[in-house]
T-cell receptor, first 110, second 116 residues
């Protein structure tokens, strides 16, 4: 079983829809959770960084962590064509290397 | 504040050659990590440097090596290139090692290496 599982997509949704992106993990020691966005020919860009279970909101983005289920989500409200990118989840146990999911390709259709 | 800078952006090499990639971290960041990104494997951790010392290492062969200089700039080297080394090589910096061990990574735009 891989440490971090993420559906590669592609996921296509109409503009304005709510997008839900998810990752599952197997290592119960993971405590720090991140979401990155990567546009074509660019490096990953940090979107959200959370430590505890629960929700964290930043503008149109909400990160959700459920440690009991080993499941994290990123919600994008009022999705825009500019949100079309690959979204990578990442996590670490603290003081150790950060493990990434393989990324989900998202297409927002105008 | 300038972001992470990687040079060159693109490289084409032939099998058996060696290559050196360069990374300048965000000012004030002393931890530098290197990742290999391929469509099949995603982001794979290569190594991390802090204060000119390798702190962590991934599961890559010894052909992959790196170093860090006193100004925190880092280089990675791949010797005896193989076709499978074709990938996007990403450098990331963070505040880890300066009392903020769980600081997130900030990435550069990578070096696209093609081995023919």
């Amino acid at each position: 079983q891989k440490e971090v599982e993420q559906d590669p997509g592609p996921l296509s949704v109409p503009e304005g829809a709510i997008v839900s992106l998810n990752c599952t993990y197997s290592n119960s020691a993971f405590q720090y959770f991140m979401w990155y966005r990567q546009y074509s020919r660019k490096g990953p860009e940090l979107l959200m960084y959370t430590y505890s279970s629960g929700n964290k909101e930043d503008g149109r983005f909400t990160a959700q962590v459920d440690k009991s289920s080993k499941y994290i989500s990123l919600f994008i409200r009022d999705s825009q064509p500019s949100d079309s990118a690959t979204y990578l989840c990442a996590m670490s146990a603290g003081g150790d290397k950060i493990i990434f999911g393989k990324g989900t390709r998202l297409h927002i259709l105008p | 504040k300038a972001g992470v800078t990687q040079t060159p952006r693109y490289l084409i090499k032939t099998r058996g050659q060696q290559v050196t990639l360069s990374c300048s971290p965000i000012s004030g960041h002393r931890s530098v990590s290197w990742y290999q990104q391929t469509p099949g494997q995603g982001l794979q951790f290569l190594f991390e440097y802090f204060s000119e010392t390798q702190r962590n290492k991934g599961n890559f062969p010894g052909r992959f090596s790196g170093r860090q200089f006193s100004n925190s700039r880092s280089e990675m080297n791949v010797s005896t290139l193989e076709l499978g080394d074709s990938a996007l090589y990403l450098c990331a910096s963070s505040l880890a090692g300066d009392g903020r061990e769980n600081s997130p990574l900030h990435f550069g735009n990578g070096t696209r290496l093609t081995v023919t």
